[in-house]
């Protein structure tokens, strides 16, 4: 038990310095104080992970997103584009109008090396790379004319799930759980599910918390096996004295947080210990896939090797939706190049091989998710960090491409079979309607009930928000 005199190294600080560099500290302090919620166990306090209400009535009540490491080429997927077959093999040496950012040589245009067809009642047209998809047309609201900020992976996959090229910030399913808490208390409100072959780029820095109270970052479950290490207790630990344990740890940091309510990583770890204690049942249950049927599983690919991993990671994303969870994040690839959709050294082998892989889970969890009526307030989230170049780099691959891409919604909110904004003939940059990452994020919230310019924190001299100074709802998409 800490001392009655004790005092942590801020605390103590503050009250023995003096003159303005005190006074800023001790205003430092009283900020964050008052930033942070209150904490379990506090007299009259509430979970800040309870429900919270939001902002007016939503159309979702959570999201699973599915996000495509590397950069997902639109030319080759969901932006065809003639013209570049008209120009296929033309050089674009000495041409100004391309702005190669200086990483690759200047190459040839290339067509897609896939047809597209149209699919659904809206004529969507999508490459013969994702017909599973395709046929789900319908239920997608396309944009062609995103762009994002960086032609790097890290700062564009920071910028996409977080609103900042900058690390530190906290991830887009840590704002949404800040923002409404969880609908399950023996789950995580924001759970991630990685590629295990290679980490994205960022690595947890696109899931953590940044600045906003520990409470709200993601936490990473495991496709197979126990969800998380360690969740089990030691053998021969009964459920009763692990009880005890946890009771008497409690005590001891109830008793120091009474004192220093700033102390909020403390409290933070307290909910974590109690969380894991409940999770053991739980999250177990969650991801046992033993009781779902034959067909269920096939519809999401389990039953083939090359669709099996994303399949069982689409499908517990179902389950966990289904369960209460508020914020679910599936990665598709990790690592550089072809462990990933980094298409610099072939864009068939490349892209053939990612694609094998998420296009049936990905229509899988699409189709069962609509029959089972959770799709009506499920938000699906298709998104990538940047595009491709309309050029070669190299022989047949494509380089980074920020200036457009493309990026789908599906499920609670979104008006399915439209298709918005568009890029230029050759796929260089987005010209119509054209949308940021700012934009999209302040969509996602405004389907969640969450006005992107409320849903603020306050933190080094300012109120930040996800959507810092700038993001638009994009209406259009909207049913």
């Not at 910028?159 to 995580?188: C, D, F, K």
């Not at 918005?420 to 700012?438: F, K, P, R």
Request: proline share 6%; glycine share 12%; aromatic share 8%.
């Amino acid at each position: 038990m800490f001392p009655k005199n004790y005092l942590p190294r801020r605390e103590f600080l503050a009250r023995a310095g003096g003159g303005i560099g005190a006074l800023a500290l001790n205003a430092l302090l009283a900020e964050d104080a008052a930033a942070v919620p209150p904490r379990v166990g506090a007299e009259g306090a509430n979970d800040p992970l309870a429900p919270k209400k939001p902002h007016f009535p939503p159309k979702a009540k959570r999201v699973i997103s599915i996000f495509c490491f590397g950069g997902l080429s639109h030319m080759d997927t969901f932006d065809p584009k003639p013209e570049l077959v008209k120009q296929d093999g033309v050089s674009v040496a000495g041409k100004k109008e391309f702005d190669t950012g200086g990483r690759s040589a200047p190459g040839k245009l290339m067509k897609s090396p896939w047809a597209f067809k149209n699919y659904g009642t809206c004529g969507m047209p999508v490459s013969d790379l994702l017909p599973n998809i395709g046929g789900c047309a319908d239920e997608l609201a396309l944009i062609r004319s995103m762009r994002s900020e960086s032609n790097n992976h890290v700062p564009a996959v920071y910028h996409m799930l977080t609103g900042s090229i900058l690390a530190g910030r906290p991830g887009l399913g840590s704002w949404v759980s800040y923002g409404l808490g969880t609908e399950n208390q023996n789950l995580p409100a924001f759970v991630v599910m990685t590629d295990p072959r290679a980490l994205v780029g960022g690595g947890a820095g696109n899931w953590s918390a940044g600045f906003l109270p520990s409470n709200y970052q993601g936490v990473q479950f495991r496709s197979a096996g126990l969800p998380v290490l360690n969740l089990k207790p030691p053998s021969g630990l009964s459920p009763e004295k692990q009880r005890e344990q946890l009771n008497l740890l409690h005590q001891l940091n109830d008793e120091f947080l009474r004192e220093r309510p700033q102390e909020q990583e403390l409290a933070a770890r307290i909910r974590a210990y109690e969380l894991a204690y409940r999770m053991q049942s739980e999250a177990t249950e969650a991801v046992e896939l033993s009781k779902e049927t034959a067909a269920t599983k096939a519809l999401y690919g389990m039953d083939k090797p090359e669709t099996e991993l994303v399949g069982r990671q689409c499908l517990l994303a179902r389950r966990l939706v289904e369960r209460g969870v508020r914020f679910v994040q599936i990665y598709s690839g990790g690592g550089v190049f072809d462990q990933s959709w980094d298409a610099h050294n072939g864009m068939v082998a490349n892209h053939e091989k990612r694609a094998r892989e998420i296009d049936i889970p990905v229509a899988g969890l699409l189709k069962d998710l609509k029959q089972r009526g959770l799709l009506d307030d499920t938000l699906v989230v298709f998104h990538t960090e940047f595009g491709r170049m309309p050029f070669t780099e190299g022989g047949s691959g494509r380089d980074h491409n920020p200036k457009a891409f493309s990026v789908w919604l599906a499920g609670a909110g979104v008006k399915g079979g439209t298709i918005y904004g568009a890029s230029d003939e050759l796929g260089y940059i987005a010209s119509e309607n054209v949308q940021t990452v700012y934009d999209l994020n302040a969509t996602v919230l405004h389907l969640l009930g969450l006005d992107h310019t409320k849903l603020t924190y306050p933190y080094s001299g300012r109120n930040m928000r996800l959507t810092d100074v700038s993001g638009t709802v994009i209406k259009p998409i909207l049913s």
